[in-house]
């Protein structure tokens, strides 16, 4: 599976750069569509098929393994790239700029399938490197003002980033030897006290607090999500900075780093302010895009938070919420191009009533949103609960008590946008506006069946897949 995983990507990379005949070269326009899409029947069906003939034992690969958190995740990839190569062919209509797109994110679609799979410290720096380079690529895809404003955003604080991590590997590897996971746990676990070893550590957490988005680290964010043509902002905010930042956090805090009490401590508090800072900047937006990128970074809070409680519970909920974060944001930045593609606007202060012209968009819309302020029963609302479960086992009652608050938050600007957005009087500017083409609405309906089946399929998934998360780390 593991070479499979990046072969296929690199394959489709090498086929859409061969010049073909003339009429044979449009149709590859398709090919980051169908290659996620194959990525998401592997992992739903990961012990049925052909490929397991592919398989690399840890001779040929040996810093790479799919456990069943990668699997998860590796499902995650292929489907938000699947969202987005879809959206991406009505798009996205010059033919250079639709050219340079599939090769971005055929090459994201490599470095990400790495990241999830990958044991070993200077390689997840590689890969992770190489979505980044992707990444701020996408941001400036256009070359518009506002576009190269965002990317350069995000360059400069990746430059950080990259600097702070090299600098970490550098040092810890001198007290391990290697970098790889299993090498570098055992020589942190033995120089816990060694300063040269936490300032390491401390480095590689702050490049991936930048590269998540986590406050206060965040300022690149907004700028890089709303300035992106739309196909990119759903890659980026439905899966790369979940895997570039969030992912990798949890993977190194639980397997290499270790969950010391200081750290978890640290964890608790970034979380915490996150869920709150991200909240609050989202009630004062009234662009639909910009909403969207600070409820992000609250909801990435959740995460941080969830995993700061230090059981296996919390780091239950921490990959329960990053899968559902995943879901429903795509879903929403979904919704997002479909209105701005609509109506040509972002402007929540311009629309109105646009439910009763785009159905599809605004009822998708309402499912993500419920999902997201953690209304029963849809699947955000389980993943809150396994959060606060876990808090409150950990005796972090005060961070519970707030990360509730914060979900009337949430509620408050999500009902804001409905409102504005969808309800009311349909504004007479928009009174000929329909719904999206069906490359935009088929995927938003696919991902609210998601957020319905995960939340309504919950006693089942709770005690096979949840549950048992946090105790593979």
């Avoid at 900075?241 to 750290?263: A, D, H, Q």
């Avoid at 609509?342 to 599809?360: C, N, Y």
Wanted: hydrophobic letters at 55%; charged letters at 10%; aromatic letters at 10%.
């Amino acid at each position: 599976m593991t070479l499979l995983l990046l072969v296929i990507p690199l394959l489709g990379f090498i086929l859409v750069n061969i010049p073909p005949a003339g009429s044979l070269r449009k149709p590859l326009i398709a090919c980051p569509l169908l290659l996620s899409l194959l990525q998401v029947v592997l992992m739903i069906f990961p012990e049925a098929g052909w490929w397991t003939a592919f398989e690399a034992g840890p001779s040929v690969l040996p810093f790479l393994r799919v456990d069943g958190i990668s699997m998860l995740m590796l499902l995650a990839i292929g489907l938000v790239v699947a969202a987005s190569s879809a959206i991406s062919i009505p798009m996205i209509r010059d033919d250079t700029q639709r050219h340079n797109f599939v090769n971005l994110v055929l090459l994201s679609l490599l470095g990400m399938n790495g990241m999830v799979m990958v044991t070993d410290l200077f390689s997840l720096y590689v890969f992770l490197e190489i979505v980044s380079v992707c990444s701020f690529i996408l941001i400036a895809l256009c070359g518009e003002r506002e576009m190269f404003q965002g990317a350069f955003t995000y360059i400069i604080l990746s430059a950080v980033a990259t600097m702070l991590m090299l600098t970490s590997i550098a040092i810890l590897f001198l007290y391990a030897g290697n970098t790889s996971f299993t090498t570098l746990a055992a020589a942190i676990a033995a120089q816990q006290g060694n300063a040269m070893v936490l300032f390491g550590v401390v480095l590689f957490l702050i490049g991936l607090f930048i590269k998540g988005g986590i406050v206060p680290f965040h300022g690149w964010l907004p700028d890089a999500y709303s300035s992106s043509v739309a196909p990119v902002s759903i890659l980026l905010a439905g899966i790369v900075t979940k895997v570039s930042g969030v992912y990798t956090l949890i993977r190194l805090v639980t397997e290499v780093f270790g969950p010391t009490p200081r750290t978890n401590e640290v964890l608790l508090f970034v979380g915490t302010l996150s869920i709150v800072a991200g909240a609050l900047g989202a009630l004062g937006q009234r662009d639909f895009k910009r909403m969207l990128a600070y409820s992000s970074i609250s909801q990435v809070g959740y995460i941080v938070l969830s995993l700061g409680a230090g059981n296996a519970l919390g780091i239950a909920g921490a990959i329960f919420h990053l899968f559902n974060h995943t879901v429903f944001k795509t879903q929403l930045f979904m919704n997002a191009t479909a209105v701005e593609e609509q109506t040509g606007s972002r402007d929540l202060e311009r629309m109105g009533g646009l439910a009763s012209r785009m159905p599809v968009t605004g009822w998708t819309s309402i499912i993500a949103f419920l999902s997201a302020a953690g209304i029963p029963p849809l699947a955000g609302f389980w993943s809150k609960l396994v959060i606060v479960m876990a808090l409150v086992r950990s005796g972090h009652e005060i961070y519970m008590m707030i990360a509730i608050l914060a979900s009337l938050l949430t509620l408050a600007y999500f009902l804001t946008l409905q409102r504005k957005v969808f309800f009311g009087e349909i504004v007479e500017e928009f009174k000929d506006v329909r719904e999206a083409g069906w490359l935009v609405t088929a995927p938003a309906l696919v991902f609210a069946a998601i957020i319905v089946i995960t939340g309504l399929a919950i006693p089942f998934l709770l005690n096979t897949i949840i549950l048992p998360i946090g105790s593979i780390l």
